[in-house]
């Protein structure tokens, strides 16, 4: 993987994680668990790592795309 392709890994594990972080944040608000400790907890909580399953997951996108760009360089 180049530079670019780590930028978008690591941008889409922050934005991954800060989705986590929300939906978690919702469900305990949702559930009556708000309390000074849940709170702490969850802004302390830890960002996730990058996973295989992410690398996977944009290393197919970024195939794509290659993909993409060679096609539209062939057809022009």
């Given amino acids: 993987m180049d530079a670019r392709d780590r930028l978008i890994v690591a941008l889409y594990a922050q934005l991954r994680a800060e989705r986590q972080t929300r939906e978690t944040l919702e469900w305990v608000i949702r559930n009556g668990g708000l309390s000074k400790e849940v ?37 022009n």
Avoid at 52 to 60: L, N
């Fill in 39 to 75: 709170l702490e907890a969850i802004a302390a909580d830890p960002v996730p790592v990058v996973t295989g399953d992410d690398i996977a997951s944009v290393e197919k996108i970024i195939a794509i795309d290659e993909r993409r760009k060679r096609k539209l360089q062939n057809d």
